[in-house]
Nanobody
Framework: QLQLVESGGGLVQPGGSLRLSCAASGFTLDDYAIGWFRQAPGKERTGFSCITRSGRAAHDAESVKGRFTISRDSAQNTVYLQMSSLNAEDTAVYYC??????????????????WGQGTQVTVSS
């Protein structure tokens, strides 16, 4: 069974940091481009960052650029999202997803085949 499991979410104060993990089981993450998406209460799910098979980050949305960093660890079969300078607008359920793609990556969620269950990130004092 192909699965992605996110972890690392929680409650953090404004200005704080969190690192989310996206671990794969049943398949090799190196064969996929990985995207991070989030869905805030009452809003649609949106993509904001993705990483290619070669490890190049691409398509960082303006809302997170400079604050979030995406990386991948082949040995751990895991992709990470390091988030810093968090603010209330970052409160959402965060999802990772995998897209079988030879090169590049996309923030179009309709292209992604495998999804995690999501992890809640709440930024509040």
């Amino acid at each position: 069974q192909l699965q992605l499991v996110e972890s690392g979410g929680g409650l953090v104060q404004p200005g704080g940091s969190l690192r989310l993990s996206c671990a794969a089981s049943g398949f090799t993450l190196d064969d996929y481009a990985i995207g991070w998406f989030r869905q805030a209460p009452g809003k649609e799910r949106t993509g904001f960052s993705c990483i290619t098979r070669s490890g190049r980050a691409a398509h960082d949305a303006e809302s997170v650029k400079g604050r979030f960093t995406i990386s991948r660890d082949s040995a751990q079969n895991t992709v990470y999202l390091q988030m810093s300078s968090l603010n209330a607008e970052d409160t959402a359920v965060y999802y990772c997803a995998a897209h079988r793609l030879d090169w590049g990556c996309t923030l179009d969620d309709s292209k992604y085949e495998i999804w995690g269950q999501g992890t809640q990130v709440t930024v509040s004092s």
